[in-house]
Structures are given as C-alpha cells and as structure tokens.
C-alpha cells in the first residue's frame, strides 16, 4: 500500500511537471507568446530546470531542446521508480535494458504530448462556444491550430460548427492505441535476457 502511495506521488509530480515542460516547448515551437497567465505559469513552473539546461542544451532546427530533454529524463526516471516499486526483476542484458528504458520513456512522453494536445484541443473548442473572449482562448487556439488546420482543410463546417476538433480528437484516441502496443514492445526490452 505505501508503494501505490509513493507511486501515486511520483506519478503526480511527474506528470505534472513533464506537461509544464511539453508545454513550453510546444508554447516556443509555435512562437505562442509567453505574456499571458499560462505561459506566466508554465515559465514559472519550468524555469528551475530550463534555464540552467539552456547553457549545455542547445536549440536544434528552432525546437527548444532544454524543455523537451528533461520531460524525457522524467519520463525514464517515473518509468523505473514504477518498475521498482512494482518489484520487477530486470533481464541480464544492460545493454536491453537502457534501451528499454529510454524507449519506453519516449513512448511515454509520447503518451504525455498525446494527452496535452487532446486537452488543449478540447478546451480550445469549449471555450469556442461557451466563452470565446476568455484570456485563455487564444493560447488555446495558436496552440491547437497548427493541428487542426490540416483538418479544416478537408472537414467541410456544418452549419457554422467546426468538426475538425472532434476529428483531430479521435484521430489522437487511436494514436493513443498505437502508443500503447509501442510501450509494450518496448517494455519487452527490459526483461530480456
């Protein structure tokens, strides 16, 4: 019980700060500006482990590495206090087993990105109808509009709503499936002998 407890904790912690963390750096990826109460918020949750990073951890191709490495690092670091506290026995291969980690890692952060997205989008879409003058709506919608442009494309509007969210939506359910069979072939990595 006090390791479901612990784990709990870690989960909760981990999770919120790699959010805080694919946030910014989706935030910086579409130039979405900082000066407003979520980014106040994601900078001020980020800044202790972004700032010192950025001296060793440079940009690549404008993608803002200092915020996206340490959200893995959580990532791999979750995935094996779970793998402790759940008293799982490693397979004799190091080798397999680091990669394993690091994969199911990413797969995890993955996962993470995945939920973030499906969040933004679903509320950048409530907020659309119910309060679309909120300071919040437009850091939802530069955040969710590059996804669902390729959608509007396609997605014709009825009657004036916008179906593409509820597209993207499933379309990031399904990807959350294939999420799930990557982390278990990845998983197998780790008990292989």
Known sequence: MLSNILLLVLDTAGGFLT???LARFFMQWQRVSFRN???QFVVS??????RPLRRFVPGLFGLDLASLLPAWVVQ????????MLNGAVFGSNPVSVMLGLWGVGLVELLRMAVYLLFGVVLMSAVLSWVSPHAP???VLDALAAPFLKPFRRVIPSIANVDLSPLVLLLVLQILLMVIAGLRNNFALLLFRS
Do not use: Y
């Open 45 to 50: 949750a980020t800044d202790w482990v972004v």
């Open 37 to 39: 109460q979520i980014g």
């Open 136 to 138: 919040a709506a437009p």
């Open 76 to 83: 791999v670091l979750l995935v094996f206090a779970e793998l």
């Open 19 to 21: 959010l805080m963390l």
